[in-house]
């Protein structure tokens, strides 16, 4: 038996009036999807505690079988983990967006336009990140570069107990009440203030700007942690595995579960990614031998993150076609189980992620209901199966353990 789970973060939402009172799933064509619903089991998971705050660190932990509240150590460690960072157990890691403010106003007073600054270029940040590191580097701080907005700062010997909010979750706010607080944040304060001194008029940014694009004018610290241990997915399974991501984050969980990391030409984090390419590398890792693939596509979570209402369905729609599409097409005759489900609700209307319990659909190729079904929010929630503890799922999903 081979497993696959397409995992479409932030793709649950509210009904949106602009929709017919739906959701962007149930307006969303997606036939693949209902096929599952008909011939699978369909209910709602609670991925993430309600002592933990919503992420897709959080949330994509407990997916793949690991308690967070027992393994989670911060978002950064993990992104750091990808980008290949050497961490020591007193290390502090933190997340570096490069974000737009607004530009007339005092540091404080400043509003958050786009934690992304249009999904800046790799090649553009990584420049704006080696200026950074060349502002603040010491014996103690140093940056590293990522993809696009998503970056790392790595601290020795720091302190801990920090209070930072990310910056996805302010959009279009005074940042005056967000700014950092705990620890010795006044060091990170100090850093993202400097940074808008000199980043806005970095070449790179007026460049931007020239071509109507948001500059990447300040750093934006957040997603403070330290080195994560997490036990191995082969050893909890039996199971060889694989992750397919354009995210740092999802990249480095694979990395720290001992996973293989598959890097596909053309994928991003947004809307405009390799559908086609994730599932063609995915069905080459099974043929390759692989019994598990994990398929993470970042594109719903950015849409709502963004409020791009159209692009959202639009990237819900290509899930369904391109990336579950090809995955039955290679996979026709062989004995598999697949499952779709969102990580956590970004929901439009808020631009930001929610605690909500999530939909899921597991498919199995050698059992077929036939039963008249449709997979969404709505559907999902009347079929009465509830998993309150979202790490078991994959319990369910790999061991067939009954849902609890």
């Known amino acids: ?107 404080e007073e400043k509003v958050i336009l786009d934690h992304s600054a249009d999904e800046i270029t790799t090649v553009e940040a990584t420049e704006l990140i080696i200026a950074v590191n060349e502002h603040f580097k010491t014996k103690a701080l140093e940056f590293y570069p990522g993809i696009s907005y998503r970056h790392i700062l790595v601290w020795h010997n720091a302190p801990k107990d920090y209070k930072l909010i990310p910056p996805h979750d302010i959009l279009t706010r005074k940042i005056s009440e967000y700014l950092p607080t705990g620890g010795d944040s006044a060091v990170l304060l100090d850093m993202m203030k400097k940074s808008y001194e000199f980043l806005k008029d ?48 999802i990249k480095g969980i694979g990395i720290c579960s001992g996973m293989n990391i598959i890097e596909v030409e053309g994928a991003t984090g947004n809307v405009h990614t390799n559908y086609v390419g994730k599932a063609k590398a995915a069905l080459e890792e099974l043929e390759k031998g692989q019994d598990f693939v994990y398929i993470h596509i970042e594109a719903p979570d950015e849409c709502g993150h963004r409020a791009e209402l159209e692009n959202k369905v639009l990237s819900i729609e290509l899930i369904d076609k391109e990336i579950v599409g090809t995955l039955l097409e290679g996979l026709k005759g062989q004995d598999f189980k697949l499952m779709v489900l969102p990580d956590h609700p970004t929901p439009i209307c808020l631009r930001t992620h929610t605690l909500d319990p999530v939909p899921f659909v597991i498919y199995d190729s050698t059992k077929h209901t036939g039963k008249q079904a449709v997979f969404n929010e709505k559907s999902a929630s009347q079929t009465g199966i509830y998993v309150e503890k979202g790490y078991k799922l994959m319990d369910t999903f790999i061991l067939d353990e009954a849902i609890r």
């Open 202 to 249: 970095h070449p790179i940014n007026i460049n931007r700007k020239e071509r109507g694009l948001r500059p990447a004018n300040s750093i934006w610290l957040w997603g403070e942690g330290h080195k994560p241990a997490l036990s191995s997915f082969l050893e909890k399974y039996n199971t060889k595995g694989s992750i397919i991501s354009a995210v740092d984050l």
């Open 1 to 107: 038996m081979k497993y696959i789970v397409v995992l479409a973060d932030g793709m649950a939402d509210y009904p949106i009036d602009k929709l017919d009172h739906k959701t962007p799933l149930e307006y969303a064509k997606t036939p693949n999807f209902d096929f599952f619903a008909a011939n699978g089991k369909m209910g709602m998971v609670k991925t993430i505690p309600d002592t933990l705050l919503p992420g897709s660190d959080t949330a994509n932990l407990s997916v793949l079988g690991y308690d967070p509240e027992k393994y989670y150590s911060g978002r950064s460690p993990f992104e750091a983990a990808s980008i290949g960072i050497p961490l020591e157990l007193t290390d502090i890691t933190f997340r570096c967006n490069v974000v737009t403010l607004t530009e007339e106003e005092p540091y």
